[in-house]
């Protein structure tokens, strides 16, 4: 089974703050996604990655920015965190394109709380 | 353009009656299209997909689902409900675009009440 681990499920961070989202997949997947889901609005694509040191900025860039150093892990990070970035962030891999049949395979979500 | 609509943001359902979610959707391409299931505080899980082959499509759990083009419709279903099937149901379509990248849109959902 494909597993999609994000480091923290609970994450409680001041606003100013630099933030660090954190994931690691292990089934050797091109392809790399950060989402937000919040109430009423669904999923948002932040940002995705289709190879190491690749970067593509999805509907809702502005305030994220994403890494990439290994094909396994791809990190959210959040320059400067404001209260309006409180939300349910997921991570998720698939191989080869979206558009090519793959699904997307999910980790469990980090919910965020800037105070 | 490709849009996803859910037509019904909650389903409420007694435990052993059938399930139906409603999907449509519209893609310029031939598209591919997914259910995901989301239950409390975990991330989305995959039950089923149609990329072109059966127009009806099994997946786990007991749902299906079937593509229909002329209705532009992707409707997940099961026969009977069960209470660990209550959850929030995602339609997802994916397609190419003429960039040559691809799209992929995440309906709003459908939350999926079960009585006992």
């Known amino acids: 089974d494909v597993k999609v681990t994000q480091s923290s499920r609970y994450l409680v961070k001041r606003t100013g703050e630099k933030v660090f989202l954190e994931c690691v997949q292990d089934?050797?997947?091109?392809?790399m996604f950060w989402y937000r889901q919040d109430p009423g609005l669904g999923l948002r694509l932040i940002y995705f990655?289709?190879?190491?040191?690749?970067?593509e900025k999805g509907d809702i860039p502005e305030g994220y920015s994403v890494s990439r150093e290994k094909k396994e892990r791809f990190s959210l990070i959040l320059e400067s965190a404001s209260t309006n970035q409180t939300s349910m962030y997921l991570c998720a891999s698939s191989s080869l394109a979206p558009g090519a049949g793959q699904p997307q395979h999910f980790g469990d979500g980090t919910r965020l709380s800037i105070l | 353009a490709q849009s996803v609509t859910q037509l019904d943001s909650h389903v409420s359902v007694s435990e052993g009656t059938p399930v139906l979610l409603r999907c449509n959707y519209s893609s310029s391409y031939s598209p591919s299209l997914f259910w995901y299931v989301q239950h409390p505080n975990k991330g989305l899980q995959l039950l089923l997909k149609?990329?072109?082959?059966?127009?009806l499509v099994k997946g786990i759990n007991g749902f299906e689902a079937e593509f229909k083009k002329s209705e532009t419709s992707f409707h997940l279903t099961k026969p009977s409900a069960h209470m660990s099937d209550a959850a929030e149901y995602f339609c997802v379509v994916s397609a190419a675009l003429n960039t040559g990248g691809f799209k992929t849109i995440f309906g709003a959902g459908t939350r999926l009440f079960v009585k006992a």
């Open positions: 149609y990329t072109s082959a059966a127009t």
């Open positions: 990655s289709y190879d190491v040191k690749m970067k």
């Open positions: 089934m050797d997947h091109e392809n």
